[in-house]
Nanobody, 120 residues
């Protein structure tokens, strides 16, 4: 699976952004996830979704503000980010794997990352 992330940019605190991750290849059995890496910090889990059933999981830090969704026909996963905070500033990566997990090691395909910068 090859992944192409897009949609990052500059946002003011409280604003919204939507990230997209377009996949090529077979995705029916894949779980898709979003991770982020802030400057000087380790990459961390944000959200994931099962491509077949649509079950989702979120990091506590984004729960209630971010929504992950999928369009199976378009092989695209979205991350709707509302009520953005400066601490959401990071490079956001989409990833694909065979199991639903919050662990980076569970994902074997990664997109190139898209930068989200939130200013107050």
């Amino acid at each position: 699976v090859q992944l192409q992330a897009s949609g990052g940019g500059l946002a003011q605190a409280g604003d919204s952004l939507r990230l997209s991750c377009a996949a090529s290849g077979r995705t029916e059995s894949y779980a898709m996830g979003w991770f982020r890496q802030a400057p000087g910090k380790e990459r961390e889990f944000v959200a994931n979704i099962a491509m077949s059933g649509g079950s989702t999981n979120y990091a506590d830090s984004v729960k209630g503000r971010f929504t992950i969704s999928r369009d199976s026909a378009k092989k695209t996963v979205y991350l709707q980010m509302n009520s953005l905070k400066p601490e959401d500033t990071a490079v956001y990566y989409c990833a694909a794997g065979w199991v639903i997990t919050t662990s980076l090691s569970g994902y074997d395909s990664w997109g190139q990352g898209t930068l989200v910068t939130v200013f107050s």
